[in-house]
């Protein structure tokens, strides 16, 4: 056997050992992983009384590790729509929101900035972020001379140079003009604006040391406190976001936590169960962390940054890792995974912004600037 095969049989068998899928399971191997179903039935139905193929019951659950909170025999469920408290959702947004930020904002995945200068508009200020050989650099978006645009000027020598006169803007500035803090933690860049009482570096959850990374950016007409006030409710999952989850159960919910044992659509047939705790490390953020099941350890950011004129942006980090013996393999093949992660991030906050937008629009009184995305999010579901 060839060194190219030994390899090639080594990464697939590393690939096997991460997923934790086995190829041909026997019919009915995975029913007990069936919501209400017994763990030592092999019989189990589907809701329409036809039992379930192996394909359709595929499911990774906790294993030995019990889920948080069994709930007794005889113990009703609570209906989503009473446990998603307005009043509770508001007073956790409300303790949030006293957390400092230290003037920091999420700008855009590292990735995304190179050597072009790119234009964003952050708390209502134009601003470029660019790279070069000493690192990340920002600064306002406007020539001091007569307003030309950065995002078209050149970089010589460490300076901008204004395309429309050649003026060279570096970084000991030209009057008004000068360079902003800049941050880049890896994964994300930041920009510092005066406002706020500052911090030294932006306020970021405590992150997996190992991980696949992605990075996923929205915008939508609304504030921030409704994009963090989307994430503080998760009784809206498995009913708005019937292709992501099968099923979410919050099991302790205050206002600085929450935590909740998530059945989510991992590929395919594929269901992953999973505990879930949320946190707000700042008023702008809120961490999710798997902390028992499948990707214990992983991390889903989210970041709200206003842009100005009512509009915010979702900034969200993903950082994805496993205690598998194969997740060498993943991120080693991260450039592959990544896009998957993103596209599964994007459709979820497509559906999020409408919903953040439309509790917008209740605030202003008004019918709504989500319209039209709610009603492609209503057929999605459909």
């Known amino acids: 056997m060839s060194a190219i095969d030994t390899g090639a049989r080594r990464a697939v068998r590393e690939l096997r050992d991460w997923l934790g899928v086995v190829t041909s399971p026997p019919p009915g191997a995975f029913t007990g992983a069936f919501k209400g179903s017994s763990s030592d039935s092999a019989t189990a139905s589907s809701d329409d009384g036809r039992r379930p ?37 508001l007073r956790a947004w409300e303790a949030a929101s006293r957390k400092p930020c230290g003037g ?5 995945g590292s990735r995304r900035i190179g050597k072009h200068p790119k ?69 994300l860049v930041w920009i510092q604006l005066p406002g706020e009482a500052p911090l030294a570096r ?12 992605a990075v996923v950016r929205l915008e939508g007409q609304c504030e921030p406190e409704h994009i963090i006030r989307n994430r503080l409710d ?12 099968c099923d979410l159960e919050v099991i302790h919910a205050d206002d600085e936590r929450l935590r909740m044992n998530v059945a989510y659509r991992a590929f395919g047939p594929l269901v992953v169960d999973v505990v879930a705790e949320f946190t707000t490390p700042s008023a702008r953020c809120i961490a ?14 989210t970041h709200a940054t206003p842009l100005g004129h009512g509009r915010s942006a979702v900034v969200e980090a993903t950082f994805a890792t496993s205690e598998r013996d194969g997740f060498g393999l993943a991120r080693r093949l991260g450039a592959v995974i990544r896009p998957f992660m993103e596209r599964s991030a ?15 629009s ?14 492609r999010t209503a057929k999605r579901a459909r």
């Open 53 to 89: 193929t192996w394909l359709e019951s595929l499911r990774i659950p906790l294993g030995d590790r019990p889920r948080d909170r069994q709930p007794a025999r005889d113990e009703a469920p609570v209906p989503d729509w009473v446990a998603a408290s307005p009043a509770r959702i």
């Open 202 to 213: 932006p306020v970021l959850p405590v992150r997996p040391r190992s991980a696949v990374d």
């Open 346 to 360: 994007r459709r979820l906050w497509d559906d999020d912004v409408a919903y953040a937008e439309r509790l917008a």
């Open 362 to 375: 209740i605030a202003d009184g008004s019918p709504g600037p989500s319209t039209l995305r709610a009603t």
């Open 119 to 187: 234009t964003f508009t952050i708390s209502g200020r134009d601003v470029v972020l660019w790279r070069d050989e000493q690192g990340l650099h920002a600064a306002p978006e406007a020539c001091p001379h007569m307003g030309a645009s950065l995002a078209g000027a050149a970089v010589r020598d460490g300076c901008l140079v204004c395309p429309w006169h050649g003026l060279s803007l570096g970084p000991a500035g030209h009057g008004a003009w000068h360079h902003l803090p800049a941050f880049d933690d890896g994964t």
């Open 288 to 301: 999710m962390h798997i902390v028992d099941g499948e990707g214990r350890g992983s991390l889903v950011e």
């Open 234 to 245: 998760p009784w809206h999952g498995a009913h708005f976001h019937p292709y992501a989850f």
């Open 104 to 108: 920091w904002f999420a700008v855009e």
